[in-house]
Structures are given as C-alpha cells and as structure tokens.
C-alpha cells in the first residue's frame, strides 16, 4: 500500500463549484504540503502544515484553504473554483528535520 | 530571491550515451539540495539529497554531485527505463521545509 494516497486522481468540475482534495499518509510523519504542478512553472507550494494546530500559507495560496484533521489527513479546498486553478496537485509528507519529503500520486483538476 | 534553474529542458539520448543534467541554484543558505525523479502522471520519487559543497551520491546508473553554485546529475550508460523528468529542488537555511523547484528536466533514452 502506498504511503501517501490522494483523492480524487482525477476531477472535472466547473467555474463556481467547491471543491475538495484528500491527503492521507500512514509514514508517521508530521508535516505535510500541497504543491500544484503547471507546464512550465514547475512544482509551488499552496500550503504546509507542521503539526494539525499549525498551518502556513506557501507562495501561492490566494483562492485555496487547508484543513489539517488529524497528523494523517490534511485537504485543500478551493471554495469557488475559476480555469486557471486547472493543474495537477500534490501532497507531500516530510518527517522531522527538514528532511526528504515524499509525494503522492496527484490528482488532476480540471476546472471549465 | 531564492531561484533554481535546470538545464537542458529536454535531453534526449541513445542507450549507452552518457550525459550530465545541470541544476543551477542561488539561495540564502542552503540547506539541502534534492534531485527527484517523475513519471508521466505520477508524483515526485525521491532520488538523492545533498548537503554540502563537494558532496557526492550514487544509485544505479545515477551519480549526483554538489558544488557551492549548482549540482549535476550524471547518468552513466542509460537505459530506456531511464526515462522520465529529473526535479532538482532547494531547501533554504531556516526551519520551513519549503522546496524551491527547478522546472525539470525531461529525459528521452531510445533503444
């Protein structure tokens, strides 16, 4: 079983819609992140959290909230989606450090 | 500004053709530079971290290296299963585990 897993793998939706992405890990790890992935913009961090009482904003987190419910869970939700917000998303778990952080398999968003 | 810049964007090599892949990087401090490995449609797998200036790792056919202003990736003899995009990414001094991520570099190796 994969340490990481991410749900949906893949969701169509439309401008307006809320949405919400699942994070879970069994690694054992407290921190964790949600990065998105365009072509040709590389991997940029939405958010991070350290432990489930302490939530940061990463570079570009206008228009996405986190909600970290338990040290395995942690999702991103885009309350009103809109077209550019079309990508792939990553979760990431990171032990204690920093150290290496190791990702999920994505889900692709397409936003119309 | 933090930035990393990976070069060439793409590569394409026969099998057997050695090559090098470069990461350039400026950062206030490093604290770890990191090399992963992506598949079309799957997430990131981790390949190596480096630390200091002068660091080097292997595994397999991959060899990466570290110098003060970038870090290399030598693939020695690659095979077709070699494949895929190489992320390089930093980690600045500080105790926010941000990544800065290059943009990739994407490998071809024909048979």
């Known amino acids: 079983d994969a340490d990481v897993t991410q749900t949906p793998r893949n969701r169509i939706t439309k401008t307006g819609k809320r949405i919400m992405l699942e994070c879970s890990q069994t690694k054992g790890h407290d921190r964790m992140y949600w990065y998105r992935q365009d072509p040709g913009l590389g991997l940029r961090l939405i958010y991070y959290s350290f432990d489930v009482k302490d939530i940061n904003k990463g570079e570009i987190s206008d228009g996405y909230s986190v909600s970290r419910q338990a040290q395995a869970k942690f999702s991103l939700s885009l309350e009103s989606a809109i077209p550019n917000q079309t990508a792939l998303y990553f979760c990431?778990?990171?032990?204690?450090?920093?150290?290496?952080?190791?990702f999920g398999p994505g889900t692709r968003l397409t936003v119309l | 500004e933090d930035q990393v810049t990976q070069s060439p964007e793409a590569l394409r090599l026969q099998e057997g053709e050695s090559s090098s892949l470069n990461c350039s990087y400026t950062v206030s401090g490093l604290r770890g530079l990191f090399w992963y490995r992506q598949d079309p449609g799957k997430g990131p797998e981790f390949l190596f971290t480096l630390y200091s200036a002068g660091e080097e790792k292997e595994k397999e056919r991959l060899k990466a290296t570290l110098t003060k202003k970038e870090s290399f990736l030598h693939i020695t003899a690659p095979k077709p299963e070699d494949s895929a995009t190489y992320l390089c990414?930093?980690?600045?001094?500080?105790?926010?585990?941000?990544?800065?991520f290059g943009q990739g570099t994407t490998l071809q190796v024909k048979p």
């Open positions: 990414a930093v980690q600045a001094a500080g105790n926010t585990g941000k990544l800065i």
């Open positions: 990431a778990t990171e032990g204690q450090g920093p150290d290496t952080q190791y």
